[in-house]
């Protein structure tokens, strides 16, 4: 693997397995199921992924270390954690100053404190965010699936009428849109299998609606319009049979919600005022809240994202303790009213939540320890000022993820990192192999599924060798 592609050659060659996964290399009608031997009763129907876009500093959130007020002339190599830890729900057992209420909901659920990213050299958000949805490196010779795909696929809808993924809170009109395209799609699997995307949760009854001043009769005139268009484009004269035909169905579910009454569940409006007060903070919280609306109407996988943008949101390159004073209120609250919620509805019990982000970041170290890369941060040696107080560099040694329901312990802790610089793990290390397949694992989806790409086989896991972490679950 070549490791220092920079932004354009990762786009090239992404954009070149998009296409190929058009060609006529790709399943055919004999090759529509997947290829496995093994059973597995499942422990989870549905998963919800909370995804902290940007590198969610684990020192600052839910893996507290020495906390070290700002003042200035103080050391930066001095600085492990820019807030005081408070207690959770779990004997001690700390989290950050302002993630109090996910704190208190963690009797109900586990937390990893032993991800460790992957060294794909040169770190860039979107290559690592890649390789975290798809758990493949990129480039790849095809288009590799999300994660959110190869469930849809393998379990297929639970409702018919909803949408089996659902992508909430990512935009692609903002930052790094290409780059995110690469991995938001169903690549071999086809077009059926990808992301229904809903770019603001507050006008998701729009996602599901004609657009304001179409009637329906013209609306499906339109959709007539379309498939006429289609069926004479360059995508129906080079794509195989199996990708053609994924695209009618995946129009034809399309059209099946529009005119179903589940389509309420899209509409935040009907939502009780005070629910509705309790997950407003932002587009997260309203993701949050339409992620439970859509669980309790039988979506598969939905993710809800903070967005990633560059030097925005978790992406702390400066103003890091600033930063995620903000980030905190917007995540704190929703979060744990989502457990809460899907708790007393009984949900929770066979829906797997699970909060993640691309890598962690530490003030003083770029990459791990023994496996450095190219600084992308101008970090002072003595603070003299408060934009340079926080997480700023990329730390892919330590990362933090949260785990309730679908079968996973309760009050439980995995992993451990160290308390002294660098705040690497040092029990218990879990790589994205691991973590995806604990997560098929919950859902019955065996360690050997594939399918024949190529001539070859294109497993869940790289090569199939990604194994469940069995002390994960109850």
């Known amino acids: 693997m070549n490791r220092t592609w920079n932004r354009r050659e990762f786009l090239q060659r992404t954009g ?35 995804w902290m876009a940007g590198g969610m500093a684990h020192t600052d959130t839910f893996d507290p270390k020495k906390y070290t007020p700002f003042e200035k002339g103080m050391q930066a190599n001095s600085v492990l954690s820019t807030f005081k830890s408070v207690p959770t729900a779990l004997d001690g057992i700390h989290f950050s100053e302002g993630l109090e209420s996910i704190g208190s909901v963690m009797n109900l659920g586990t937390i990893i404190r032993s991800y460790v990213a992957a060294d794909l050299g040169h770190i860039l958000h979107s290559r690592h965010q890649y390789h975290w949805h798809t758990c493949y490196e990129p480039p790849q010779t095809v288009a590799a699936p999300h994660i959110g795909s190869w469930i ?26 290409e780059e995110l395209k690469a991995f938001h799609t169903a690549g071999f699997l086809g077009n059926e299998f990808g992301p229904f995307f809903i770019p603001d949760p507050s006008a998701g009854l729009e996602s599901v609606k004609p657009p304001v001043g179409m009637s329906y009769q013209r ?6 319009l379309y498939n006429e268009l289609i069926s004479k484009s360059p995508y129906n004269e080079s794509g195989s049979d199996y990708q053609k035909e994924s695209l009618k169905r995946s129009m034809e579910q399309a059209y099946r919600l529009l005119n179903s009454p589940e389509a309420k569940a899209f509409d935040l409006s009907t939502e ?25 109407q039988g979506a598969r996988f939905i993710s809800v994202t903070t967005e990633y ?8 390159h400066e103003n890091g303790y ?65 934009k340079h107080y926080g997480m700023h560099r990329h730390f892919t040694d330590g990362c933090s993820i949260l785990m309730f329901g679908g079968g996973i312990k309760q009050g439980f802790v995995y992993g451990k990192t160290s308390d002294e610089r660098p705040c690497k793990t040092i029990e218990k290390p879990i790589k994205i192999d691991q973590v995806h397949q604990t997560l098929y694992h919950a859902l019955g989806i065996a360690e050997d599924t594939h399918y024949v790409i190529e001539k070859r086989p294109f497993y869940t896991t790289p090569d199939g060798k990604g194994v469940a972490e069995m002390e994960l679950f109850a």
């Not at 609306?219 to 007539?224: D, G, I, L, P, V």
């Open 309 to 316: 943008e560059p030097f925005k949101g978790w992406d702390t």
């Open 152 to 177: 849809a696929k393998e379990l297929g809808p639970k409702n018919p009428v909803i949408p089996a993924f659902i992508d909430i809170g990512q935009r692609f009109t903002v930052g790094e849109a």
């Open 219 to 224: 609306f499906e005139k339109r959709n007539q």
């Open 16 to 50: 070149a397995a998009t296409i190929a996964a058009l060609a006529a290399g790709m399943p055919t009608a004999s090759l529509l199921s997947s290829c496995s031997r093994n059973k597995i009763k499942s422990t989870a129907d549905t998963v919800i992924l909370l």
């Open 272 to 296: 009780p005022k005070e629910s509705y007060a309790k997950y407003n903070t932002g587009r997260f919280g309203l993701g949050c809240l339409l992620a439970r609306r859509l669980t309790e």
């Open 322 to 386: 600033t930063r995620l004073k903000g980030m905190k209120k917007q995540i704190d609250g929703p979060v744990s009213q989502l457990i809460k919620d899907l708790k007393q509805s009984g949900h929770l019990d066979r829906t797997l939540v699970i909060l993640a982000s691309e890598f962690s970041r530490d003030m003083m170290v770029e990459g791990r320890p023994g496996a450095k890369v190219k600084e992308q941060v101008d970090q002072p040696d003595v603070i003299h000022n408060i």
